[in-house]
């Protein structure tokens, strides 16, 4: 495991970006290669390099036009006599900040630590709090399940022509943004599942919804998928002792009645399902304690129709 602070970023290859923008600025303000360097605490022989273009600067700092506007603030504040350097290190220390706020820090971040990778890290921002981390763990768990979905033969076939998407919400959830799925949908693309980017808090309606209501109830059944009803699928759930409910089809006001549905049962079964309607297709949910539950109760399911 590659091991980098966002920190060790900043110091080798956003200062030195940040110098180098600079310096090009007050060149072309008419500064002296020596007045360059007593402003940005460097040599001549430093600033002699920024000029030349031979010190190695991060392209994506340099074309952001955050990053662009900054310098160009700095450099005519410099020139003008009207910032000091308290002012210039605020403007920086903004500029990092917003950089650290799933901006270019972030991206370059990610690439030195390929295990942050779609984890909608933030801790520059948020550090290490509790909700912070419930949100890592429901993101972790949803790409888990995404990833066991996706390596399973038995699920293409499953997917409903609406596409899948499989999500959970965090333990406290008030409404579908605090639901994690997957922006666009899971679809079957040329025999293959096909899971278009990481989740995301906000990414899913129908299986959100879904999964509110049945938390009104049981507050463990945090997560759930979608699949196409078929029988064989409701056999299957019989078997594993699993008393499939169904509900109707229709979208006016379902939150309310499935919710009133699982009173009246008692609990929230594992697969509830619905037969269709008119202009609505069919479909099943499969509920888990967290999402790669639910995936792994699907392929268990949907392997045991496909023998």
């Known amino acids: ?44 022989a430093a600033v002699s390099k920024y000029g030349s273009g031979s010190v190695t600067v991060e392209e994506r700092f340099r074309e952001d036009a955050r990053m662009q506007q900054t310098i160009e603030r700095i450099a005519d504040g ?60 429901v993101l972790s768990s949803v790409r888990r399940a995404t990833r066991l979905l996706a390596d399973s033969a038995v699920v293409v ?15 406290d959830a008030g409404d579908t943004l605090d639901v994690a799925a997957v922006p666009g949908r899971i679809h079957d693309l040329r025999g293959r599942v096909n899971v278009p980017s990481n989740p995301e808090f906000g990414a899913s309606e129908h299986v959100a919804r879904t999964i509110l209501a049945a938390m009104a109830v049981d507050p463990s059944r945090r997560a759930a998928l979608n699949l196409s009803t078929a029988e064989s699928l409701l056999d299957a759930a019989h078997e594993q002792g699993i008393e499939p409910l169904e509900f109707d089809a229709g979208y006016e006001d379902r939150d309310e009645r499935l919710e009133a549905a699982f009173r009246e049962r008692g609990d929230v079964p594992r697969v509830i399902y619905h037969s269709g309607a008119f202009g609505i297709e069919p479909i099943t949910y499969v509920f888990g304690e967290s999402a790669l539950e639910a995936a792994e109760l699907a392929v268990e399911l949907l392997g045991a129709v496909d023998t």
């Open 78 to 137: 410099l020139a003008a006599g009207e910032m000091d350097e308290f002012a210039v290190l605020g403007e920086l220390l903004a500029l990092v900040r917003e950089f650290e706020d799933r901006g270019p820090i972030c991206a370059v971040h990610e690439e030195e630590m390929p295990a942050l990778q779609g984890m909608g890290c933030d801790l520059c921002v948020r550090g290490t709090d509790t909700a912070v981390e419930a949100e890592r763990a």
């Open 1 to 44: 495991m590659t091991l980098q602070l966002p920190s060790e970023i900043v110091v080798e290859r956003f200062l030195p970006t940040a110098r180098a923008m600079l310096a090009t600025e007050l060149d072309e303000k008419g500064w002296t290669q020596q007045e360059i360097a007593d402003q940005l605490g460097v040599t001549q």
């Open 157 to 171: 076939d499953a997917i409903p022509n609406v596409g899948m998407n499989v999500g959970m919400a965090l333990p």
